[in-house]
């Protein structure tokens, strides 16, 4: 019973720590934070990535998703407890995805939103990207 209960506050504590922040994607924001592009890669060679950005697809081309493939890449990337930012096309899956990852796994996620076409707009460059 202790064990359970010392579990549940361990568990409850990392949710409560957890956050999430929606930020308008400029390149100011990409400064000092890793981020993550969540898109397909036929969208990273249409239009490139952020440079040093970690390509990590979410949803593949038909809208299918595997969470736990997902989340072992992410972890290979990120600390649980430090502060990511997710990029999308447009900042719809950003958004869904960055809700999840802070309110049900406890990540701090920063959505970008806005995506690749608000920052391209802004006169943002991306890097080629090679696979």
Known sequence: MLKKFILS???LSSVLFATVQHVQ???????DIKVIDIRTPGEWV???????????????EKGQ???????????RVV???EKFALICRTGSR???ISE???NKLGYNVVNLKGGMMHLM???????????
């Not at 950005?53 to 593949?60: H, L, Q």
């Not at 969470?67 to 972890?75: I, M, P």
């Not at 707009?121 to 696979?131: C, L, M, N, R």
């Open 9 to 11: 506050i361990v568990m």
């Open 25 to 31: 994607v400029t390149p100011e924001t990409l400064k």
């Open 46 to 60: 249409q239009t490139g990535i952020v440079k040093g950005a970690y390509t990590i697809m979410f949803f593949d």
């Open 65 to 75: 998703y595997d969470v736990d493939a997902f989340l072992k890449q992410l972890n």
């Open 79 to 81: 600390k649980k407890d």
């Open 94 to 96: 950003t958004t869904m």
């Open 100 to 102: 999840f990852l802070a």
């Open 121 to 131: 707009a802004q006169g943002y460059k991306p890097t080629v990207y090679k696979k």
